[in-house]
């Protein structure tokens, strides 16, 4: 097989992995007869019919972990607005590569795979690497979640998540917790208000209280303060009735230092008597010192493909790293991909065939660098 990465992201970007519903299975199949035919020791794991993820491992040793590359193989949909372009079949235009998933993340995939296959049997004897690439990212981790419940993820020394980052290492991003607060009452004739208990007014002033709530946390130098959003309000049936539920989701970002636990029963006394609170998401930040050894190397080995010696940033999205590192525990970790991260989830998403191809190079690099 000759493919070069552009190549190898059309061919990703032929599998429709729309999620909802997902189907990432005959794309992870696709990637791991690959992996497989390259030397790969390759594993599966669905959570769910079709969510198939896949662990690749080549080399190991007992001396140090090897380094992780991760990737998601879902896409978000396609959106309301017409694309002028085909969202499947790769059409291009100059260096733009067009497609659902082009920047997010199928470019990042593809160039992952390919410096993969560079390496293959020459690995033995060294730590070695291991790809993780997920179902179910969009939409809140699922599949990398389930994946951290499971042994196949086993060791990893540092992480590489193929995430657009236009190449430029990114040290982290912030973490999140979103739930819904849910409020009950008691119903009662419109006419008549005195004789019920409004689960609306109850909402309304817990929300009103989250709008001033004092996270009492100092900014992060690099990734400022937490926000907190209130993103939907629900609650009442009928305009004629007292309302008896309401309930309203918030969606929290936090930076390193912050205590989750401690912050949600600090919400909770905050929205006041009653509140309810169903958490369905809960990831911490991810963050590496940039001073740390390994982010110096990888910022040495990216500074010819930025132009410039890369500062410290982060990533203003979450990724499947906030779960894997409940796993690859304290490994430092760096988001770097090829993709654009103002086209992640755009009608006519598209990706630099010039910056895939040099992704394969940067990650090639940094495989070399960690085994030698
Ligand atoms: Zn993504």
Not at 26 to 55: K, N, Q
Not at 149 to 169: C, D, H, I, R
Not at 228 to 237: A, K, P
Request: with cysteine; charged share 20%.
């Amino acid at each position: 097989m000759t493919q070069d990465a552009v190549s190898l992201t059309k061919s990703l970007l032929r599998f429709d992995t729309i999620n909802p519903p997902g189907r990432e299975r005959d794309c992870a199949r696709f990637a791991g007869a690959m992996l497989e035919e390259w030397g790969f020791r390759v594993e599966y794991h669905e959570y769910a019919d079709s969510r198939t993820s896949l662990v690749a491992r080549a080399g190991g040793s007992e001396a140090k972990a090897p380094l992780c590359l991760t990737g998601h193989l879902d896409v978000v949909p396609l959106g309301a607005r017409q694309w002028s372009k085909d969202p499947f079949s790769g059409e291009t235009d100059g260096d733009k590569l067009y497609g659902r998933g082009a920047s997010d993340m199928k470019a990042g995939v593809a160039a992952i795979l390919l410096a993969a296959r560079s390496f293959g049997k020459k690995l033995n004897g060294t730590p070695g690497i291991v790809l993780v690439l997920t179902a179910a990212e969009e939409g809140g981790c699922v599949g990398s979640a389930q994946l951290a419940k499971t042994q196949l993820l086993g060791k990893a020394g540092a992480m590489v998540v193929g995430e657009p980052t236009s190449n430029y290492p990114l040290v982290g991003h912030k973490g999140s917790i979103k739930f819904h607060a849910r409020f009950r009452g008691v119903s009662a004739h419109g006419s008549m208000p005195e004789l019920g208990e409004n689960a609306i007014y109850k909402a309304a002033r817990a929300v009103a209280r989250l709008e001033g709530f004092d996270f009492a946390t100092p900014s992060h130098p690099i990734m400022g303060k937490p926000t907190l959003n209130v993103g939907t309000m629900e609650g009442g049936v009928t305009v004629n009735a007292v309302p008896d539920a309401a309930r309203f989701g918030v969606d929290i970002r936090t930076v390193p230092g912050m205590d989750h636990d401690g912050l949600l029963s600090k919400l909770k006394s905050a929205m006041g008597e009653g509140a309810e609170l169903e958490v369905f998401s809960n990831l911490k930040p991810v963050w590496t010192a940039p001073d740390h050894e390994w982010i110096q190397r990888v910022f040495e080995i990216c500074k010819p493909y930025v132009g410039e010696p890369p500062a410290p940033r982060t990533a203003p999205y979450m990724t499947d790293a906030a779960n894997l590192l409940k796993v690859y525990s304290g490994a430092p970790t760096v988001v770097l991909g090829p993709g654009e991260a103002a086209m992640a989830h755009q009608t006519d998403e598209y990706a630099s065939q010039e910056r895939t191809r040099q992704a394969v190079a940067i990650y090639e690099a940094l495989i070399r660098d960690w085994c030698r």
